[in-house]
């Protein structure tokens, strides 16, 4: 089943200013549904590749977890770290701030951004202008505060989302731990950390394996000791950026090269393909992919999936960067090319698609 994405409704683009109206700050771009309980203080933990489904399939791994109120929002399209972190952190839908996948065509080139390790030649003021709503509830006066990899810190990924807050770096989740305790004792204050584990372990080893599940069991004794650390006044948010599958069925277009035909540049990554044509292409393009793939996938144009609400409202200077055609994996489909991301193919979980598996994710109050 396809999920679209819930975009001014519960969408992680509706989160910060949920916390922002909890923290009682009034700002003109805080009109989500989304309502969360008042507290003078949030800790917002997003614990990557950690869908909702999955927790719900493994409260044995997640006893803490899975003691909170079982609700659950939708991630961007498509269901991918770059998108969905820079949604959160703009408040954002993908079609406004322009991270539009994992990779994507830098307009007027035959050239790639890969969004989580960047390109020193992009700008990433100028890919992402719009201002991350962590620099709107600062300059509210909400303490505002990111605690993450100490590498990222001057990522291309975290400018783009991330820029305004104090940013923190500590290499393990336990001391991300140690210092969100810290920032949540300032008042009003917005605390938020990331970890990365559950994402890498499904990728390595699969969203069924034993790797996995400790890598949960872990994460979820963390977020345990966070909450009993943190003073009862100040409010946890756990969520995620995206779920993850395990895809059985692999199509490998160096192989069947005629997928290629018309296509100068393929982008995205394996569960959510951008094609980008060659002049007049498009239409034979789409034949192909639709006869090929069949019912395992969704193959669209730009305009459709535009039409179709998938990335919200989008701007002129974005649109460029969406394929001109979009190949969307249904539950067991990896579209994969193994001469230009040969990296995929070493991949067991995958996410990027628009199953309720990879959209739903969960949205936690502790």
């Known amino acids: 089943m396809t999920v679209l994405p819930d975009y001014g409704g519960s969408s992680l683009a509706d989160v910060l200013p949920a916390v922002g109206r909890a923290l ?4 003109p771009e805080a009109a989500g549904s989304l309502e969360l309980p008042p507290a003078p203080a949030y800790v917002v933990v997003l614990l990557d590749g950690l869908g909702a489904n999955l927790l719900r399939r493994h409260p044995e791994q997640a ?7 079982p ?12 998108t969905s972190l820079t949604s959160l952190g703009t408040s954002l839908p993908p079609g406004a701030h322009g991270m539009v996948g994992y990779t994507s065509r830098i307009p007027g080139t035959e050239r790639l951004l890969q969004a989580l390790k960047w390109d020193p030649q992009v700008d990433p003021l100028q890919w992402q202008p ?17 605690i993450s990899k100490a590498e990222f ?15 923190l770096g500590a290499s393990s989740l336990v001391e991300r731990v140690r ?17 990365s584990d559950p994402d ?3 990728h390595a080893f699969g969203v069924g394996s034993a790797q996995w599940r400790q890598a949960l069991d872990d994460a979820d004794a963390a977020i345990e000791q966070l909450r009993e650390e943190l003073p009862e006044h100040v409010r946890l948010l756990v969520l995620a950026d995206h779920g993850m599958v395990d895809p059985t069925v692999r199509v490998d277009i160096d192989e069947e090269t005629h997928l290629r035909d018309g296509v100068f540049l393929v982008g995205g990554e394996a569960r959510f393909r951008h094609l980008y044509c060659r002049s007049g292409a498009v239409p034979t393009v789409v034949s192909t992919w639709r006869e090929r793939l069949g019912d395992q996938a969704i193959v669209v144009t730009r305009e459709e999936a535009i039409s179709a609400g998938w990335f919200g409202p989008v701007e002129d200077r974005v649109r460029s960067r969406l394929g001109d055609v979009m190949v969307v994996a249904g539950p067991d489909l990896a579209v994969m090319s193994s001469r230009d991301f040969a990296i995929e193919t070493m991949l067991v979980g995958m996410h990027g698609a628009m199953t309720a598996e990879e ?5 936690l109050v502790g």
């Open 179 to 195: 210092l969100g305790v810290r920032a949540a004792g300032r008042t009003p204050s917005l605390t938020y950390l990331y970890d």
């Open 153 to 167: 810190e001057q990522s291309g990924l975290t400018r783009v989302g991330q820029r305004g807050a104090r940013y």
């Open 200 to 202: 890498h372990t499904g």
């Open 359 to 363: 959209m739903m994710v969960p949205l």
């Open 24 to 27: 009682g700050v009034a700002t």
């Open 63 to 69: 006893p803490y977890l899975s003691s909170l109120p």
């Open 71 to 82: 609700v659950s929002g939708t991630c961007a399209v498509p269901s991918t770290t770059a």
């Open 130 to 146: 719009h201002e991350p709503f962590f620099a709107t509830l600062e300059q509210a006066g909400v303490h505002t505060t990111v």
